[in-house]
């Protein structure tokens, strides 16, 4: 074992676990950088319906947790037991370190392993728990069918932007829409007659497919979850998600998916949900 590592089973083992008021399971190890008031701010963030259906997740906070190595025919796939964490941040140790590492520790219970040393700030520690938060809350649950048929609305009616590069290329592909290989510009690629996609009518629109539609909404959820779960736990500005691979899901639609999500997941004592508009200079 190299100087400074731990197997992550082993963590899970030899550290206290602790439940918070919420019902979250999770535990800290090493020097994570954290505060601990930090930490139960955003932990207690996530409301308890949601906490009720992660029950066999158990949350690591780890300065890092490394990747698994690539497999070769000299080394095959590690086992999920082989899973490392660093104790403390290091420079060797940031080259080979992930955003989050999940490891079954056996009888259907999960460790997932969140590096707070790789995240620059708390608002990209939170996004990352959140983000975590919600793709699980989705596995366990699925999608309420009026978020469904909300995000999907606004997919048929050309709503500009999307909220993640999954949201984003399933959306496209569900509506039958072509990929360029860097996946950019969709709504606005022309059609041979000089047409943007987005202003087809209906009888152009190649079918749906609903697998991809599936895969689409269950993105949307997730995303709109975290979003909401970040918006609860720190002020930000929406910008602050924009990536370079597509344009963000255009203000107004997004404030819809999210007073949907408020509606569904009600904020806890002492947290408070808010849209705020800036007006243009």
Same mark, same amino acid.
């Given at each position: 074992? *190299? ?43 996530? %409301? ?5 259906? $992660?029950? &066999? ?5 780890? %300065?890092? &947790? $490394?990747?698994? #190595? ?7 796939? #590690? ?38 040393? *790789? ?5 990209? $520690? ?7 938060? &919600? ?14 048929? *909300? ?9 500009? @932007? ?12 569900? $509506? ?13 690629? =022309? ?14 629109? =190649? ?6 539609? @599936?895969?689409?909404?269950?993105? &949307? ?32 639609? *997004? ?10 997941? =009600? ?15």
């Amino acid at each position: 074992m *190299l100087t400074g590592l731990v197997r992550a089973v082993q963590i899970a083992r030899d550290v206290e676990e602790r439940r918070s008021a919420n019902g979250l399971r999770f535990a800290t190890f090493g020097e994570t950088g954290v505060p601990a008031l930090d930490l139960q701010s955003m932990i207690e963030a996530v %409301p308890p319906v949601i906490t009720a259906a $992660l029950k &066999a997740n158990t949350y690591f906070f780890v %300065p890092l &947790a $490394l990747r698994e #190595p690539a497999a070769t025919d000299a080394a095959p796939k #590690p086992s999920s037991d082989q899973a490392m964490v660093a104790s403390a941040y290091s420079a060797e140790f940031d080259d080979e370190a992930i955003c989050h590492r999940n490891v079954s520790l056996g009888t259907g219970h999960q460790g997932i392993f969140i590096s707070t040393r *790789l995240m620059g700030d708390r608002f990209a $520690l939170c996004f990352e728990f959140f983000i975590n938060i &919600a793709h699980a809350f989705v596995d366990e649950t699925g999608v309420p069918q009026e978020f469904g048929d *909300l995000v999907w609305q606004q997919a048929v009616s050309g709503v500009r @932007g999307e909220t993640s590069m999954d949201a984003w290329e399933s959306r496209n592909l569900a $509506l039958g829409r072509p990929m360029h290989d860097d996946g950019s510009a969709l709504e606005q690629a =022309p059609s041979r007659r000089g047409r943007s996609f987005g202003s087809m009518n209906a009888s152009t629109q =190649p079918a749906v497919d609903e697998k991809e539609r @599936g895969t689409f909404v269950a993105a &949307a959820f997730s995303d709109a979850l975290a979003i909401y779960l970040l918006s609860l736990a720190v002020d930000f500005d929406y910008s602050e998600l924009r990536e370079r691979e597509y344009p963000l899901l255009a203000p107004v639609a *997004l404030a819809a998916r999210l007073r949907m999500v408020a509606e569904l997941f =009600p904020p806890n004592t002492g947290y408070e949900f808010a849209i705020r508009y800036r007006r243009r200079a």
